[in-house]
């Protein structure tokens, strides 16, 4: 498959905005930032209420780009090789074949990935930082592009497991979707009233394009004083005193190509201090953890990211 040098990317990005709200009604900053995740080369941790809209969204994406679309449901029974695939030993050649699993796809939906066991849960692991599975011995390479989605309701509701901290490190952005406001969901009702749009919902780029799109982010310049600032962001959630665990220089890396991706997905070729602000609450809130006693004292995770943007100097470029 070759990768299609794209001239204008901005249209093709716009166009793939536009025809995912056409079934995700208000929602385009979050449709903007999936699309961040996706160019930058990331996966997404969507955490709500059931029915907000979190499978629409990625049933969406998958159809907007004309990939190839699986769905896991997280069950607390579900097996790694559930996930992964399994060798499956042919009486006919006596040979063992690999059938894969439905993690061989471009767009994944991992839904309710706190339902299953610690044990399941890492069986993603390997898949979305290296984009191959390994069964057996056997390493089997992933299709690309390779996105997955994963949707998680709130750890109050019950038969949930909080994800491993190294799990949830792999995902570049956190978002919510939250509930609609009165004026979208009257509009809501009167999409959907009828066929459900998402069935006559057609492909607006290719494959190759979105291969493009992602190389051209790297071509995002970034100055020294804002890779400066990302670091500073970083390293103050580590010295904060409310702070057990900060964040990673993974998670600086996150930043970084996400706000490339966001210069790109706005029609810019360089990055500005407001994308990183930006950005910061959705790729910081599910690195950083709090210490039991500040939980205790009221400390939250959102006024502490909002402190360290407001104590840490923003560069002038």
Do not use: W
């Not at 969204?57 to 998958?62: F, G, N, P, Y």
């Not at 310049?221 to 010295?239: A, F, P």
Request: glycine share 6%; net charge negative.
């Amino acid at each position: 498959m070759s990768i299609i040098k794209i001239d204008h990317p901005q249209q093709s990005i716009e166009k793939l905005i536009h025809n995912i709200e056409k079934v995700l009604v208000g929602k385009k900053h979050i449709i903007e930032f999936s699309i961040v995740a996706l160019l930058a080369r990331g996966h997404v941790l969507l955490e709500d209420v059931p029915g907000v809209g979190k499978t629409m969204l990625v049933r969406a994406i998958a159809r907007s780009i004309g990939g190839v679309f699986k769905r896991i449901q997280f069950t607390p029974d579900l097996l790694p090789t559930d996930v992964t695939g399994v060798s499956i030993f042919n009486q006919k050649s006596l040979e063992f074949e690999f059938r894969k699993g439905p993690i061989f796809a471009n767009v994944v939906l991992s839904d309710e990935i706190n339902r299953t066991s610690p044990k399941t849960q890492s069986a993603l692991l390997e898949a979305m930082e290296e984009h191959s599975v390994t069964v057996d011995g056997a390493t089997y390479k992933l299709a690309e592009p390779f996105f997955v989605m994963a949707t998680q309701n709130p750890l109050e509701y019950e038969g949930t497991f909080p994800l491993p901290e190294a799990q949830l490190d792999r995902f570049l952005l956190q978002l919510h979707l939250g509930y609609p406001s009165q004026e979208e969901e009257v509009a809501i009702l009167t999409r959907f009233s009828g066929q459900q749009p998402i069935e006559e919902l057609e492909p607006v780029v290719t494959i190759e394009e979105v291969q493009g799109l992602q190389k051209e982010v790297a071509t995002i310049k970034v100055s020294e004083g804002i890779k400066e600032y990302i670091v500073r962001l970083s390293q103050k959630t580590r010295d904060h005193g409310s702070v057990y665990l900060g964040v990673s220089p993974r998670g600086s890396l996150a930043l970084y190509r996400a706000a490339q991706a966001l210069a790109l997905v706005r029609g810019r070729d360089f990055v500005i201090p407001d994308d990183v602000k930006e950005l910061v609450p959705h790729t910081f809130r599910h690195r950083v953890i709090l210490k039991p006693e500040s939980r205790l004292e009221g400390a939250t995770i959102d006024r502490l990211i909002a402190d360290v943007l407001r104590e840490t100097r923003v560069p002038i470029s």
